[in-house]
C-alpha cells in the first residue's frame, strides 16, 4: 500500500485553557474521501483549519507530526505553508455566501491563484479559470468570469469555490461542510460534483461533515470526532455495519432509515451535553452519556483495533462490545 | 449604474436648492439690511435710498428669484464692504484655501491611513494603543494652540518654515499639518476599525487559503472592503477642512474663502456671507457626489443599484 497523502499524527489544538483537539491522529490517502463526522464544537473545523495553517492567532498547535505527501507540516514557516495552500492544498468552506470578495470579479480571484503560484499571463489563468468554470457545470463561463459574487446564487458561488481550489490541480481539497448553508437540491449537485472531479482529477478529499447520509453518499473513510478526539476510524460500510464506539452507535441511531422506522416511532437521540474540556480532562469524555460506562472509564482509555483499519478509542473491549 | 448616479445627482440638486434657500433666509433674519447697509449716522430717507437701490423694498419672493437667477450665472452682486463683484472676490481667494485644503487632506490620508492599518493588524498591541492615544490627543488639541506652538518652534526657533502669508508652497505646510489634526483621528479610527472588519472576513480566510501572500491580502483584499467608509469621511472631512479653516487662515494670515467669510460675516457684507455659503455648499455637494461615485467604482454592489 502505498504512503497516505496526508497524515496526521497525534494533532493537539488549544484556545487558551481549553483544549478543541486531542491527539487527533488520520490519514487521507491519494484519490479517496476521508470523511471527518462529529456535531458542531466538537474539533473537525479546526482540526482542518490546523492541517492548512489557517488557524486564529490564539490557537495552539502541537502534534507528533503531519505530513503531507511525505512532507513535515509542522514547523513549516507562513511562507512555505503559503506556497502549499491554494497549489497543492485546497480548502472550500461552509459560507459560500461569503467566502468570495465582493469587491473583485470571479475571474480576477480565480486567476490570483494561478498568478501566485504558477505565474504566467492574467489570460492564460483566465483561460485556465473559465475551463474549471466548466467542469464545475457552470453554464457560459465566459461570462461568469465578468461577473461579480453578489450576481451569484449560494450554489453557484460553492461551484466557484471549488473551481478556484482546483485552479492549480491540488492533490488534497478539504471540504469543511462544502453543503450545510445550500438547499437540498443543490447539495446532491454539489457532492456529485465532488465525486465526479475525484474520480476524473485523482484528488483526495477531506471532507468535513455533521450529516451521516453526506458520509454514506461520499465516504470511503470515516473518522468520527467526539469533544476533540477521533473516537473511531474505519472504512465506510464497515462503520455503518459494525460501529464500535458508544458515541458512533448513538450518531447512527439519530438517523431515521426507510423501512425500519415506523410512523410515530421516536427518533434516537444522545441524552446529556458534551463536556467542557480543559487541558487536564482524563478519562473518556463521552462517560457521562453512554449507556456502557464502567468506572474505569475515567482512567487511561486504550484505542482497540476491530478490524483491518477499523479501530477505536474505548475502554470496552470488542467482543463485550458487539454483543452489548 | 446610470440609475445610480441620476438618483446621486438628483440628491445632490436638491440639497443645493435647500441650502440656497437657506442661506439666502438667513442673511434676511438677521435683522433689517438696508440699515446696517446704510450705517449708523443715515438718516430714515438714507435707509429707503438704500432699501430701493439695492432691490430690498420688493417681495422676498422676487428677491429670492432674482437673486438665485443671477446666482445661476456666476453673479453673486457687488460686496457692499469690498466695492468689488463678489465672483470676483471669491475667485481671487478660492485657490488658496482650495490648495490649504488639499494639503491638509494630503498630510490626513498620508498619516492616518497607514497608521490605521498597521493598527488593525496589531489589534490590542502596545503599537495599537500607542497610535489610538497620539490620535486621541490629537484630536483633543485646539487647533489655533497646535499653529502657534508649530510657529514657535518650526518657524521661530527652527526657522524651517515662514510662519505666515502665502508666497511659496512652504507657506502652506505649517497650516496643512494644523488642518490635517483635525481630520487624521475620524480617518484613522474608520481605517482601524474598517481593516479589522475586514481582516475577520471570510474573503479573507479564502484568500489565506489560497496562500496569497500577505502583502496582497492586506492591501488588495481587505483595503479595497475597508475604504469605502473612509473615502465617504474623506470626503466630508475635506468639504470640513474648505469650509471650517477660518480659524487657521486667520492665524496664518492666509487670506482665503475662510478669512473672507469671516470679515464678510462681522460686516454684514450679505452678498459675500450668501455666496461664500453656496459655494461651500456646492463643494460639499461635489465632494459627496465625488466619493459616491468613487465607492461605486470599488464596490460593485453598489453599482447594481
Not at chain 1, 509542522?74 to 497549489?87: H, I, P, T, V
Not at chain 1, 462517560?287 to 483491518?308: E, K, N, S, V
Amino acid at each position: 500500500m502505498t504512503a497516505p497523502l496526508l497524515e496526521i499524527d497525534r494533532l493537539d489544538i488549544g484556545f487558551g485553557p481549553l483544549s478543541a483537539v486531542r491527539g487527533a491522529s488520520l490519514q487521507v490517502r491519494r484519490g479517496e474521501t476521508h470523511c471527518l463526522v462529529g456535531e458542531s464544537g466538537c474539533g473537525k473545523s479546526v482540526t482542518a483549519l490546523a492541517v492548512m495553517g489557517l488557524l486564529a492567532r490564539n490557537a495552539t498547535r502541537n502534534a507528533v507530526s503531519m505530513r503531507f505527501d511525505g512532507q513535515e507540516l509542522m514547523g513549516l514557516d507562513e511562507k512555505a505553508m503559503s506556497r502549499l495552500r491554494g497549489d497543492r492544498m485546497a480548502m472550500i468552506f461552509q459560507e459560500p455566501m461569503t467566502s468570495l470578495n465582493p469587491a473583485y470579479t470571479v475571474g480576477s480571484q480565480m486567476a490570483e491563484v494561478m498568478l501566485r503560484h504558477r505565474g504566467g499571463t492574467r489570460r492564460a489563468a483566465l483561460d485556465r479559470a473559465a475551463e474549471l468554470l466548466a467542469k464545475v457545470r457552470i453554464t457560459s463561463p465566459g461570462m461568469r468570469l465578468g461577473q461579480y459574487p453578489h450576481q451569484l446564487s449560494g450554489g453557484l458561488r460553492q461551484r466557484v469555490m471549488i473551481a478556484m481550489a482546483l485552479m492549480c490541480s491540488p492533490e488534497l481539497l478539504i471540504a469543511d461542510e462544502p453543503t450545510t448553508a445550500l438547499d437540498v437540491t443543490v447539495q446532491a449537485q454539489i457532492l456529485r460534483l465532488l465525486a465526479d472531479l475525484q474520480k476524473d482529477l485523482g484528488l483526495a478529499i477531506l471532507l468535513i461533515t455533521h450529516d451521516l447520509g453526506v458520509v454514506a453518499r461520499t465516504a470511503h473513510h470515516v473518522s468520527v470526532m467526539y469533544a476533540g478526539q477521533v473516537v473511531e476510524t474505519a472504512p465506510v460500510a464497515d462503520l455503518f455495519a459494525n460501529p464500535m464506539h458508544p458515541y458512533t452507535r448513538g450518531l447512527l441511531s439519530c438517523v431515521p432509515v426507510p423501512g425500519k422506522v415506523r410512523p410515530g416511532d421516536p427518533l434516537g437521540s444522545i441524552p446529556g451535553m458534551v463536556p467542557r474540556v480543559e487541558h487536564a480532562f482524563a478519562g473518556c469524555a463521552f462517560r457521562q452519556r453512554c449507556d456502557l460506562a464502567r468506572p474505569d472509564c475515567a482512567g487511561t482509555i486504550p484505542r482497540r483495533d476491530f478490524a483491518p483499519g477499523h479501530d477505536y478509542l474505548c475502554q470496552i473491549e470488542p467482543a463485550a462490545l458487539v454483543t452489548a | 449604474m446610470v440609475q445610480f448616479l441620476l438618483r446621486r445627482l438628483l440628491v445632490a440638486l436638491l440639497v443645493s436648492v435647500t441650502v440656497l434657500t437657506f442661506a439666502f433666509a438667513l442673511t434676511r433674519l438677521s435683522g433689517d439690511l438696508a440699515i446696517s447697509i446704510a450705517g449708523p449716522n443715515a438718516t430714515a430717507n438714507d435707509i429707503e435710498v438704500v432699501r430701493k437701490a439695492y432691490g430690498l423694498d420688493q417681495p422676498l419672493i422676487t428677491q429670492f428669484f432674482s437673486w438665485i437667477g443671477r446666482a445661476m450665472v456666476g453673479d453673486f452682486g457687488q460686496s457692499y464692504f469690498y466695492r468689488e463683484r463678489v465672483s470676483t472676490l471669491i475667485f481671487s481667494r478660492l485657490p488658496i484655501t482650495l490648495t490649504l485644503g488639499l494639503v491638509g487632506l494630503g498630510i490626513a490620508v498620508s498619516v492616518a491611513l497607514p497608521l490605521g492599518v498597521i493598527s488593525a493588524l496589531r489589534e490590542g498591541r502596545p503599537i495599537d494603543r500607542v497610535i489610538s492615544l497620539v490620535a486621541l490627543v490629537g484630536q483633543a488639541m485646539p487647533s489655533f494652540w497646535l499653529a502657534l506652538v508649530l510657529m514657535i518652534t518650526l518657524g521661530l526657533n527652527l526657522g524651517w518654515l515662514p510662519i505666515s502669508g502665502t508666497g511659496t508652497w512652504q507657506h502652506f505646510v505649517m497650516p496643512g499639518i494644523v488642518l490635517s489634526f483635525s481630520a487624521i483621528p475620524a480617518l484613522l479610527r474608520l481605517t482601524r476599525s474598517g481593516m479589522i472588519d475586514a481582516m475577520a472576513a471570510d474573503y479573507i480566510r479564502t484568500a489565506r487559503a489560497k496562500g496569497l501572500s500577505r502583502m496582497s491580502i492586506v492591501l488588495k483584499h481587505a483595503a479595497r472592503n475597508a475604504a469605502m467608509p473612509v473615502v465617504s469621511i474623506a470626503a466630508v472631512q475635506l468639504g470640513f477642512m474648505l469650509g471650517g479653516s477660518i480659524v487657521i487662515e486667520t492665524v496664518f494670515a492666509l487670506h482665503g474663502v475662510g478669512f473672507l467669510a469671516w470679515e464678510s460675516i462681522s460686516k454684514n457684507d450679505f452678498p459675500t456671507v450668501q455666496a461664500v455659503v453656496l459655494l461651500l455648499a456646492v463643494i460639499y455637494t461635489l465632494l459627496t457626489l465625488g466619493a459616491d461615485l468613487l465607492n461605486a467604482l470599488l464596490d460593485p454592489r453598489l453599482r447594481a443599484q
